[in-house]
């Protein structure tokens, strides 16, 4: 679907998460990382990602949002950011499906335009 963007509506960056649950986020890292750290280390990657969309809406019209896989962990994300970012349900098989539900739920939040992107 092509429509012409909209400048006064803002883009959407959809963030793709998941809640800092030790034992279930970055697990690669471990060793050298205890679990803990690593799920420490995740908080501060969503963090400096939202941090990073606050400060770049200053500038020009942006929404963020967290397309997330952690269904039932909700209340994590409400901690990352002064203003919380929307929240994207995008728990699916393949990170495709995840990625596409991500640009779905931003459009649908009434967005001109939609971006995804890593944490990492």
């Known amino acids: 679907m092509k429509t012409p963007a909209d400048p006064s509506l803002p883009c959407g960056i959809a963030v793709m998460a998941k809640a800092s649950i030790p034992g279930r986020t970055k697990t690669r890292l471990v060793p050298p990382l205890t679990f803990e750290e690593a799920a420490a280390l995740n908080t501060v990657f969503l963090k400096d990602a939202f941090a990073n969309i606050a400060q770049a809406s200053e500038a020009m019209p942006l929404r963020g949002?967290?397309?997330?896989?952690?269904?039932?962990?909700?209340?994590?994300?409400?901690?990352?950011?002064?203003?919380p970012p929307g929240l994207i349900a995008a728990a699916h098989p393949n990170f495709g499906e995840c990625l596409f539900a991500g640009i779905e739920g931003v459009l649908a939040a009434g967005c001109s335009s939609a971006?995804?992107?890593?944490?990492?």
């Open 115 to 120: 971006c995804v992107l890593n944490a990492d």
């Open 65 to 83: 949002f967290a397309a997330y896989g952690s269904i039932g962990e909700e209340a994590f994300f409400a901690t990352l950011a002064e203003d």
